[in-house]
C-alpha cells in the first residue's frame, strides 16, 4: 500500500510539470526570450569567453558595444587589450562622454 500511495504521489507529480511544460511552451516569447533566441544564432561558433562577450554585448541592447566589440575583433585583440580597447571605445561613444563638463 505504501508503493502504491508513492507511485501515484510520483505519477501525479510528473503530470502536473509536464502540464506546466505544455503551457510554458505554448505561451508567446517575451521581448528578451527573442532577443536571446536572434544573439543565439548571430552568435554562430563562437566559444567560450568570445561567445560569452559576445552574447553580453548583443544582450546590452547598446549598439555602441557591438560596433566596439566587432572593431575589436577586426583588430584581432584579446584579452585585457580586447576588454580596455572595448571599455575606452564604449566610454567615448556615450552621450555622456560627449557633453562638456562643468
Excluded: H, W
Excluded at 511544460?21 to 566559444?47: F, I, L, V
Excluded at 569567453?49 to 584581432?76: G, H, I, Q, V, Y
Amino acid at each position: 500500500m505504501k508503493y502504491l500511495m508513492t507511485v501515484l504521489a510520483l505519477s501525479v507529480a510528473c503530470l502536473s510539470t509536464s502540464a506546466f511544460a505544455a503551457d510554458a511552451a505554448s505561451a508567446p516569447m517575451s521581448k528578451q526570450q527573442s532577443k536571446m533566441g536572434e544573439c543565439n544564432k548571430e552568435a554562430g561558433d563562437k566559444k567560450g569567453d568570445e561567445r560569452k562577450a559576445f552574447m553580453k554585448t548583443c544582450l546590452s541592447n547598446n549598439p555602441a558595444a557591438a560596433e566596439c566589440d566587432k572593431s575589436a575583433a577586426e583588430k584581432k585583440l584579446a584579452g585585457a587589450a580586447k576588454n580596455s580597447y572595448v571599455k575606452k571605445c564604449i566610454a567615448d561613444a556615450s552621450p555622456a562622454a560627449s557633453a562638456p563638463k562643468k
